[in-house]
């Protein structure tokens, strides 16, 4: 592996508990890069002193990131800068991805090193499905807000990836419950640490498991996605034909009807000669 890194912007992922997770490939880039963009440096200095390097850092996050982004930019032009987060994969409910834009919108180089992310780790422990998700990051604090964000993602066919803290899972189980019901769901925490642990059940017997007794540091809630709609009903099809004839014709508005509802467009196209008789 060459030593030399090509200026530009290197996006590096970092473990996101156990230093082991570390690749040969990030372990190079950061014990070469001339510069890296760190949210904490005291965190970021016990990961390369694992791995016996000292490299500048510079503090990358969301207080000074509008004062910091344009040195970095234009350092990029003739040096190697890393950018990394406290754990895991960078821009993932993380700074960042400003930092790529202007980078790239600069015309330099954009390289990502990818590794651990809690969210995929999540994915792989809570054994509910994974052919489509939607990462959601941390919901509002405040129950008004957090119920609304419920809400809005409460019909979308796909298993929810929610980050939370330790002190406030009660409170997001509880309201999770209360808007999307029994649902399957797996509470994870310590992801590949030693006491790593996927806890499963329906969404109100997570609330009442942690109601009183959270656990700590930081969690990845994954809940299942909505079973199949309800089918529907004959009085549903009748108020969809009747709408649909006062603009269509009784055959396209039986077809509209039927794909719309999951219908026979046969059974609907009598009814709707019946409506409109």
Same mark, same amino acid.
């Given at each position: 592996?060459?030593?030399e890194?090509?200026p530009?912007?290197?996006?590096?992922?970092?473990?996101?508990g156990?230093?082991?997770?570390?690749?040969p490939?990030?372990?190079?880039i950061?014990?070469?890069?001339?510069?890296?963009?760190?949210e904490?440096?005291?965190?970021?200095?016990?990961?390369?002193n694992?791995?016996?390097v000292k490299r500048?850092?510079t503090p990358?996050h969301d207080?000074?990131?509008e004062q910091?982004?344009p040195g970095l930019?234009?350092?990029m032009?003739?040096d190697?800068?890393?950018?990394?987060?406290?754990a895991?994969t960078?821009?993932?409910s993380?700074p960042g991805y400003k930092l790529?834009?202007d *980078?790239?919108a600069?015309g330099?180089m !954009? %390289?990502t090193?990818?590794? #651990?992310?809690?969210?995929? +780790?999540a994915?792989t422990?809570?054994?509910?499905?994974?052919d489509?998700?939607?990462y959601?990051?941390?919901?509002?604090?405040?129950?008004?807000a957090r119920?609304?964000?419920?809400a809005?993602?409460a019909g979308?066919?796909a298993t929810?990836?929610?980050?939370e803290?330790?002190?406030?899972?009660?409170?997001l189980l509880?309201?999770l419950?209360d808007g999307?019901?029994e649902?399957?769901?797996?509470v994870?925490r310590?992801i590949?640490?030693?006491?790593?642990?996927?806890?499963?059940g329906?969404?109100?017997?997570?609330?009442a498991r942690?109601?009183? *007794?959270?656990p700590k540091?930081?969690i !990845? %809630?994954v809940?299942?996605? #909505?079973g199949?709609?309800a +089918?529907?009903?004959a009085?549903d099809?009748d108020?969809?034909l009747t709408e649909?004839l006062?603009?269509?014709s009784?055959?396209q508005?039986?077809?509209?009807?039927?794909?719309a509802?999951g219908?026979?467009r046969k059974t609907l196209?009598?009814?709707?000669?019946?409506i409109?008789g």
């Amino acid at each position: 592996m060459n030593a030399e890194l090509l200026p530009g912007l290197y996006i590096v992922a970092t473990p996101i508990g156990n230093l082991g997770d570390l690749s040969p490939r990030a372990a190079h880039i950061l014990s070469h890069a001339a510069v890296i963009a760190v949210e904490d440096s005291r965190v970021t200095g016990k990961l390369l002193n694992h791995i016996g390097v000292k490299r500048p850092m510079t503090p990358y996050h969301d207080h000074n990131a509008e004062q910091v982004r344009p040195g970095l930019i234009a350092r990029m032009a003739t040096d190697a800068v890393a950018l990394v987060s406290d754990a895991g994969t960078p821009l993932i409910s993380d700074p960042g991805y400003k930092l790529v834009r202007d *980078a790239r919108a600069a015309g330099h180089m !954009v %390289v990502t090193i990818p590794g #651990p992310c809690a969210a995929v +780790a999540a994915l792989t422990l809570a054994g509910l499905p994974t052919d489509r998700f939607l990462y959601v990051g941390f919901l509002p604090p405040k129950q008004q807000a957090r119920a609304e964000a419920i809400a809005e993602i409460a019909g979308i066919r796909a298993t929810l990836v929610i980050y939370e803290s330790g002190p406030r899972l009660g409170a997001l189980l509880a309201a999770l419950a209360d808007g999307l019901g029994e649902r399957e769901a797996a509470v994870t925490r310590e992801i590949t640490k030693h006491f790593e642990e996927a806890v499963t059940g329906t969404l109100p017997m997570l609330a009442a498991r942690y109601a009183e *007794a959270p656990p700590k540091g930081e969690i !990845v %809630v994954v809940v299942a996605p #909505p079973g199949p709609p309800a +089918a529907a009903s004959a009085a549903d099809a009748d108020s969809a034909l009747t709408e649909a004839l006062t603009r269509l014709s009784v055959s396209q508005a039986a077809g509209e009807v039927a794909k719309a509802l999951g219908l026979d467009r046969k059974t609907l196209y009598a009814r709707a000669l019946e409506i409109k008789g």
